[in-house]
């Protein structure tokens, strides 16, 4: 289901450009899962990023929620092992998630090393099944539902 904007800029992960309508519309959220995940996918294809390219993984991740403000300098949660991402809660990797875009800022690579090994993927899938496909709400909301 897609609902019509009017006069509005399009954002490229979030809004499809429907040229028979002559308008844009909104994604629904199944389809902006699906547009971050096939995303991804290319994006780690690519060994030597520019800022544009890792500007787009955060847009990604930004298009489904999946980066949200909290303190992720003092939260003192250990980055998880491959086999324990699929236990994480959504909260969890929501944080672990924009903990990894966060860290980008000051050390480069974080982000790209965790798109290419699989691990970045890996949470995204987690945190797609545990909200079911729908859109994710703030840390806040989430961690009060733990």
């Not at 909290?70 to 929501?94: K, Q």
Request: charged fraction near 20%; charge should be neutral; hydrophobic fraction near 35%.
């Amino acid at each position: 289901m897609t609902t019509r904007i009017s006069e509005t800029p399009p954002h490229p992960l979030c809004i499809m450009y429907n040229p028979r309508r002559k308008g844009h519309y909104l994604t629904d959220e199944a389809e902006r899962w699906e547009r971050m995940f096939s995303g991804l996918d290319e994006l780690a294809k690519i060994e030597n990023p520019d800022e544009i390219q890792v500007g787009k993984v955060n847009s990604l991740l930004g298009s489904v929620h999946l980066i949200q403000p909290f303190n992720w300098t003092s939260w003192n949660i250990p980055f998880p092992s491959t086999d324990e991402i699929p236990s994480l809660s959504l909260s969890d990797c929501v944080k672990q998630i924009t903990r990894l875009s966060r860290a980008d800022r000051t050390n480069e690579g974080v982000l790209w090393g965790a798109l290419r090994s699989g691990i970045l993927r890996a949470l995204c899938s987690s945190a797609q099944q545990r909200a079911g496909g729908q859109r994710i709400g703030s840390l806040s909301d989430l961690s009060s539902n733990s």
